[in-house]
């Protein structure tokens, strides 16, 4: 037999396969290697659309045939998005929910360390004449990046499932300080923008609250 065209093959052998030939035989092993360890049918994230051609729905991309979507689910793609997915899912499952079905977040706990220092005095606004409080908070060891937050609490009657009315709280919440309540007399305290506002210092570590009450 004749062998001179056969150019790097030896006797006994077929002549050597073209490119085409190799990346055919590189695309089906490559093919049974992952079909090995990975079941596509059971994949939630492909699609098969009217055309054949396979979609992820997890990346938004399209295939044209398993091999390829099969090496796009080792990619680094697929799976970065696997973990944002998986990131997502861990934190929906540590929220609650009512009884609507609504959901809500889960109340923070953290190790508190004592309460704040902290001043108030009586202040008066020149033009009304109302009379109000400012309250200063010093929170030198307050978590780096939380902001200290304030909410003004109606006094509640668990007998009466009512509201007194005769006075209400001023709630201060800084992590990880313990948070603190102020009884504050009435329930006419002017909410105006001018009236009530706060302002956080972050320089100096220091928060202050100030409102007024309204005239009678």
Known sequence: MDYQNRVGSKKG??????????????????KNLLQSKINIDADPYVLKNH??????????????????????TTGRRHQL??????????????????KNGKEVIQKRYWKKIGKPEYTYKKI????????????????????????????????HLP??????ESHQYLI?????????????????????????WDYWDQDNKEYCVQFFFKNK
């Open 159 to 164: 007998e009466s499932d009512q509201n007194d």
């Open 13 to 30: 052998a077929g002549g050597i396969a073209g490119s085409a030939e190799t990346n055919r035989y590189r695309r089906e092993r490559l």
């Open 81 to 98: 998005n696997l973990m944002r997915r998986a990131d997502y899912e861990k934190n929906r499952n540590q929220q609650g929910s009512d």
């Open 172 to 196: 201060l919440s800084a992590e990880p300080y313990t948070n603190l309540a102020f009884k504050i007399p009435g329930d006419s305290i002017d909410q105006t923008r001018d009236h009530l």
């Open 124 to 155: 008066r606004d020149p033009i009304s004449l109302s009379k109000g409080l400012l309250f200063v908070f010093k929170l030198d060891s307050i978590k780096e990046g939380i902001k200290p937050m304030y909410k003004l609490q109606p006094s």
């Open 51 to 72: 055309l054949g051609v396979l979609e992820c729905k997890l990346c938004l991309t399209t295939h044209m045939s398993e091999s390829s979507y099969l090496t796009h």
